[in-house]
């Protein structure tokens, strides 16, 4: 799929992609790669990469029932976290490192960002764009936190710790002196849409953003 397209069903195992997300990430890698996958759930972009493209792929996922299923499908995971594993592994590790709706969760984005960058040469982000205009409207007329994306979490219950914007990430990106080698917004029909230097008009219309990020 492009960033245009549909998507297919399946899960891990099933060799297709079911996340909109997930299948233009998989068409940034290249085929016969390295690539390791930050977050991995159940395990369904690894998989894809390892049947559909010949890519040596890795997983790191801090559930315990998450590894169990990717294991259960043959698929190289183990357990850790963002926060605190990423500094054991080298530079240069890998051709691409994802991290798929995961930065939100973390407790520090920026570092986490910056490891992504240096283990692997290319790393690729995907997160909630928290600058969403229904953000703002829920925000301006209910005066309440909106319930934004397909997790249906509230406030009191969701993971996501540090909310950001396609904006916020972009000058996160800027600061740590990175290249942005391609970047999508994407709607809630999962309609992409490639960002260029005017992001303003994204940052309201795209309910999540894809990042190909390297060093410069």
């Given at each position: 799929?492009?960033?245009?397209?549909?998507?297919?069903?399946?899960?891990?195992?099933?060799?297709?992609?079911?996340?909109?997300?997930?299948?233009?990430?998989?068409?940034?890698?290249?085929?016969?790669?390295?690539?390791?996958?930050?977050?991995?759930?159940?395990?369904?972009?690894?998989?894809?990469?390892?049947?559909?493209?010949?890519?040596?792929?890795?997983?790191i996922e801090l559930s315990q029932a998450g590894v169990n299923s990717c294991v259960a499908h043959g698929l190289s995971v183990i357990q850790g976290d963002a926060d605190t594993d990423l500094a054991y592994y080298p530079d240069d590790a890998f051709d691409y490192v994802v991290l798929t709706r995961t930065l939100q969760a973390t407790r520090n984005p920026r570092d986490v960002v910056s490891h992504l960058v240096r283990i692997g040469r290319h790393a690729i982000v995907s997160f909630t764009n928290f600058g969403h205009w229904r953000v703002r409207l829920k925000l301006l007329t209910d005066g309440r936190?909106?319930?934004?994306?397909?997790?249906?979490?509230?406030?009191?219950?969701?993971?996501n710790i540090h909310l950001c914007t396609i904006r916020d990430f972009s000058l996160m990106c800027e600061d740590l002196g990175l290249t942005v080698q391609r970047a999508l917004s994407l709607s809630r029909s999962g309609v992409g849409r490639e960002l260029n230097s005017a992001r303003a008009a994204a940052n309201l219309r795209g309910e999540e953003a894809i990042f190909l990020l390297t060093r410069e």
């Open positions: 799929m492009n960033a245009d397209g549909g998507g297919i069903s399946s899960g891990a195992g099933g060799h297709e992609l079911k996340r909109r997300d997930l299948e233009i990430i998989a068409g940034m890698i290249a085929d016969g790669s390295r690539a390791l996958d930050i977050g991995c759930g159940d395990g369904a972009l690894l998989d894809y990469l390892v049947h559909r493209k010949n890519v040596d792929a890795r997983g936190m909106p319930v934004l994306g397909d997790d249906g979490y509230a406030w009191h219950d969701t993971p």
